[in-house]
């Protein structure tokens, strides 16, 4: 991993490296907020599918770094496109948390749902590597605009493979358009290693297929994820095109809720990763500069709890959408004449109860499998 | 001015493109050539290369990074250059342009049209004649639409581009070219201020030819034929077919069908599809659904078979042709 | 033994294999784990990683290279992850495997098999849980069947993969572990010798239950709800009614359907698919086509709606269910 | 185009080099009859379609050494995969040329196509780059069965814009699947430019997104084409993966019968580039080995002329194929239900006359338009 970017030592043999200009103590303190808040929240997400609140997630412990730090270097008028794994970041983007839960909790229209415009965040997309021509086209309409409006879509490893990440990455280097795209190599894909998605060594030397800056950067450091970002918006805005970043890091987690790793690997490789994750990494670097203490961290943990404690209730007091739901937003233009025959025809019938996520799996490849996004 | 369908198309795009500055055109060879049928000549150099773009040569890459514009607020039209080329976007079209709207409590649709210039009769290497519209007409979220007349495909391409919704622009190229018909200076309706009118301008059906004896349903390139085929069976039997035009595949006008339907008594869908769950099934089931009682005979289905489209030395095997509509009515007629 | 649709498939799987070295599986996470709903489970410890393979995550690569190894000669079967996830293939579904044999003078159909884990009533996030079979069956050169038991689904899977035509098989993930059935040790069949006895078990509808006063059709997840929705009928209203499984969804077996249809004279089809241009729309045209002056009322659609499918929580107001099915079913019987 | 590999010289400043090692005399001028046969076979099917006696075609004019050189190379039992542009490539693998012209006339059944399986050649592939992951597979099955089947593909340069491209190379990367793919890089897809569809210099650096060989060559010089064919051979056979080659030429002739590049370039290029077409550069080269005689020269031309003009006459003794042919072959299972009652359709009405083939354009965008392929 010698090759990567990296800021935060280990306080010990690997040295810290200064904080990079652009982020001042506030800024660092800002962003660990962001980091102990999407922790936060996943940490939750994953007790309410347990205990059958949510449905099956996909958890993200230890990729936070790959997700506050470039989305920490982006302006807010720059859109930026996740993937479910990046379910959560539109909360740092203004979107009520209680909103992801309820997607989470199967409900669609206003209760899961977010307007992207108002946020610039696309939509959480399920579909593999789908997403990324969406991101090319956002930033290509600001540049015939004439706007200085910017994309970032983030990626695993996996969607590389797909058609769709290739025909993005290369419309964007053709038309220069200002579009980072964000690759989290977590080496897995579901069960998938790396090894069995490409040949290369790396994904960040697929950039020279499109001419295209590469670079690689430790995805367990926040801050050298926002640097590199950082830079690459600089470029994007001179109008230098696109870049591909690769996060280097590990699925610490499971796939999801519904995956079970020890079918396809050793669960102690995943225990040697474990002391990168970048929130007590992050933690430590800031009290070695002095610019955390236990009381600071405590409270902004403390804050973040609150949080989420809040938008769990906030989405446990939405009730049964109306069945309406199927029918309100499907098109702009209003409904088609065979949606009200619909709707006639269901409320002929009595209405089935609400749909409840389903439990915990109580054996392995029982029950719950099968649930991947 | 009088105007075959490519020019008439042509102007309405170049209507829109005066109208509101947020209308991009993108394709494969769009730009400097005007597309391989010339429908989009004249517009890069009167709009310039930024919204008249030669893109890549992707599919996926064209619909993608066009929803991505309509999110930011533009209103691109792609262009597909041949049917059978529409399929490496389906999984965008359908996954993502359709279901946009929904994903997005309604507020950010995506606002795209896919032109896609279709069907047989042109003596054409293979893929190069597919009619792949019942594929979009079963996906939810998407509006299907297709003229048959010049002046139509003028107003409906201008309707499909102000419409918020992912509307699948459907060309039939073989009557690209087979008629120059009279176009209004203006266009019906005022562009480019969003106050809805293209609702009307895209999702009605059209009463082609009225009669009280037989219902002929069709769209696109086999609408003439339907015509003749009505003719003949004015001279051959004293039979007066009213022909609809269907226009809106996805919303179907159903209004329009049941009434046809109700009053003839009889009906007959034709086109160019392969049959199994195409369009024509779905009429068909609506029309006995909605008018059984009222009908004396099943509804027929005049279509292509339930083959690859042949090469072209024998496409006029598999397409509908005036003897077979004549033929299939006459067996609703005599049922 | 008993088995679930889940372990008869696999035992299918296991058998085919064992049969005959041609036959390889290849997928996303399919063989290391056995796939995410296990069904190819323990075949890469049996057969080898060269004949189950873990494939880069990319479907129109796993598509076009099984397309490749069925003219080298191999039998490939693949799965697509989810049903949705199918799209990104359609291309080389539609435009290759749908038409190699015909663009090969038939000597070189694309002897592939697509597994396809689809439609709701699991609890899924966005796109886990469509139905995309009328899409495949619109397009000529695919067969496309969908079992609704275990022993069926063993033997079909064991006959798609002997069918020299590509085969879009569709596994009903909802029943994937409704029920354990009674599988007998050996198929049906003789496996590997290629003699022909796939079509006898790849294309045949079935009669789940007897009855004279109503057809119900369907196929995959809705037909146990047929049937129980049949089971009220004859308790309610003393009707007794007719569930044809269809199990092959392309070809249509039109000759039980048009016999349930004749001698029930009232008849409803239920999917799980939205409506417009679905299989209930075909089958609906087909019966009135056929059985006009047999019937006593239209035939009627239970379906899923126009509209994309609903996040999970109100999946149950999309799904047809019993109620809905009963009511549907009145409405026929009322007309 | 100093890195490309060139064994023609020009005679004059541009130096010869002697042939590679396994192409003797005999080798030398059966190439030529193939570039020859090729040639002959492309002048002809243009004839026929401005005398309306086949539809519009794809002419290859210029490109016959990226389609002779690389085929040389291959064995007998290695499979290759045409596009529209390499449409006349099975008759060097013994479909007859009337097959292939019938083909262009727009029958089907076994009149225009051919058995792939019994010629080891793909069917002719018109959607772009679709048949890249055919040609993987094929070579996969070889790997899997283990036989020594390696697989080529031919595609353009526009090609290498779509995700089938991006699939194919990654699966036979990740694999090690001996295919070859042979991008022939004409600089033109239709009227757009290269510059239009990568912002890579080269094509073959793009094989670095697959850790795979990349190797440009002078797609003017068959011999050359031979040569990184034959040694991506070699490499494949060891086990060592695929290599992508590109090609680099020009294309001379219009996209298609039916296209007019006065639209979109200036046909001086093209001109400057038609001196090193590979027909007359190959036959000055025999001829300075000395190996290449006037007569024997004209005697080769002579036999490719009767063998075209006799597959014309083959190719026009056809009689108009039986609507049968809609049927006959789309399910190797047999017909199903439908097709006989659509049969009884047919034949209850008048048969159509035959479609026959359209003329030349009378005047640009008139008429043939839109005749890509
Ligand atoms: C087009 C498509 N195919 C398959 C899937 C099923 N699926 C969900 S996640 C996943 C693995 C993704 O791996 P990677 O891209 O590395 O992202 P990660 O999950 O590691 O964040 C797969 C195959 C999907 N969602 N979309
Ligand atoms: C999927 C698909 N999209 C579009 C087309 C229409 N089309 C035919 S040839 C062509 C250009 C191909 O350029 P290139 O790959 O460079 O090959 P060349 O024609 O130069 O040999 C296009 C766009 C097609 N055949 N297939
Ligand atoms: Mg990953
Ligand atoms: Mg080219």
Same mark, same amino acid.
């Given at each position: ?373 | ?23 991009? /055109? ?243 869908? /034709? ?65």
């Amino acid at each position: 991993m010698s090759d990567l970017l990296r800021y935060i030592g280990d306080g010990n043999a690997l040295p810290d490296a200064q904080p990079p200009e652009g982020l001042k103590e506030k800024n660092l303190l800002e962003m660990y907020r962001w980091l102990v808040l999407l922790r936060t929240f996943d940490e939750r997400a994953v007790t309410l599918q347990r205990q059958g609140r949510i449905g099956t997630y996909a958890l993200y412990w230890g990729e936070e770094g790959t997700q506050a730090g470039p989305l920490y270097a982006m302006d807010g008028g720059d859109w930026v496109f996740p993937s479910y794994r990046q379910n959560s970041i539109a909360m740092l983007r203004g979107v009520p948390a209680a909103t992801i839960l309820a997607w989470w909790r199967g409900y669609g229209g206003k209760y899961g749902f977010y307007n992207p415009r108002e946020h610039r965040v696309g939509p959480i997309c399920v579909p593999i590597a789908t997403h990324l021509p969406h991101a090319v086209g956002v930033a290509w309409a600001g540049k015939i605009r004439g706007d200085q409006t910017a994309s970032l879509a983030w990626f695993g490893d996996g969607a590389t493979s797909e058609g769709d990440f290739h025909e993005a990455m290369n419309f964007a280097s053709v038309l220069k358009v200002p579009t980072i795209f964000f690759c989290v190599n977590n080496q897995w894909a579901i069960s998938t290693p790396l090894s069995k998605q490409t040949a290369t060594r790396t994904i960040a030397e697929k950039a020279r297929a499109y001419n295209m800056p590469g670079i690689r950067v430790d995805g367990f450091d926040p801050i050298a994820c926002w640097k590199v970002t950082h830079d690459a918006l600089d470029r994007a805005r001179n109008g230098e095109g696109p870049t591909l970043i690769e996060a280097f890091c590990y699925r610490i987690a499971p796939h999801g809720t519904a995956d079970d790793p020890r079918l396809y690997r050793d669960e102690n490789e995943a225990e040697q990763w474990k002391p990168l994750e970048p929130l007590s990494r992050m933690s430590r670097y800031l009290k070695r500069l002095g610019i955390l203490s236990d009381e600071s961290a405590a409270e902004i943990e403390g804050e973040a709890k609150e949080q989420i404690a809040a938008a769990v209730s906030e989405m446990e007091s939405i009730s049964h959408p109306d069945q309406d739901i199927l029918f309100d937003t499907v098109y702009a233009s209003g409904r088609p004449w065979m949606f009200e025959e619909a709707l006639r025809e269901l409320r002929s019938v009595e209405r089935p109860d609400e749909v409840k996520p389903l439990g915990p799996p109580t054996s392995p490849g029982a029950g719950e499998e099968g649930k991947t996004q | 001015m009088k105007a075959n369908m490519v020019e008439a198309i042509n102007k309405g795009l170049h209507e829109a493109m005066e109208a509101d500055d947020r209308v991009v /055109v993108m394709g494969e060879d769009v730009a400097q050539t005007g597309g391989v049928f010339r429908v989009t000549a004249g517009l890069k150099d009167r709009f310039g290369d930024a919204r008249v773009v030669d893109t890549p040569l992707a599919e996926a890459g064209i619909v993608g990074s066009a929803i991505g514009m309509s999110m930011y607020g533009l209103l691109p039209v792609t262009e597909m250059q041949f049917d059978a080329f529409t399929y490496p976007a389906f999984e965008q079209i359908v996954t993502h342009a359709a279901r946009l709207a929904w994903r997005s409590r309604g507020e950010v649709p995506a606002s795209i049209v896919v032109r896609i210039p279709y069907g047989g009769g042109v003596r054409m290497p293979e893929l190069h004649s597919d009619s792949p519209e019942a594929l979009f007409v079963h996906v939810p979220g998407l509006k299907v639409v297709c003229p048959s007349t010049p002046e139509d495909a003028r107003v409906m391409i201008i309707a499909a581009i102000e419409d918020p919704d992912p509307v699948i622009f459907m060309e039939p190229k073989k009557i690209y070219r087979a008629s120059r018909d009279e176009i209004p200076d203006q266009p019906p309706m005022a562009i480019g201020n969003g106050n809805g009118s293209y609702n009307e301008y895209l999702c009605k059906a059209r009463v082609a030819r009225d009669g009280n004896d037989l219902a002929i349903y069709s769209y696109g390139a086999t609408v003439p034929l339907c015509l003749q085929a009505a003719d003949r069976l004015a001279q051959e039997r004293n039979v007066d077919a009213r022909v609809v035009d269907l226009r809106s595949l996805f919303p179907l006008d159903v209004d329009i069908i049941e009434e046809a339907a109700r009053e003839c008594g009889r009906a007959l869908v /034709v086109h160019e599809a392969p049959r199994t769950a195409g369009i024509g099934a779905e009429v068909s089931s609506l029309v006995h659904e909605r008018c059984m009682l009222d009908l004396e005979a099943p509804v027929g289905r005049v279509t292509g078979y339930d083959v690859p489209f042949p090469q072209f030395a024998n496409e006029d095997d598999y397409l509908p042709s005036v003897d077979r509509i004549v033929a299939g009515a006459n067996r609703v007629l005599d049922f």
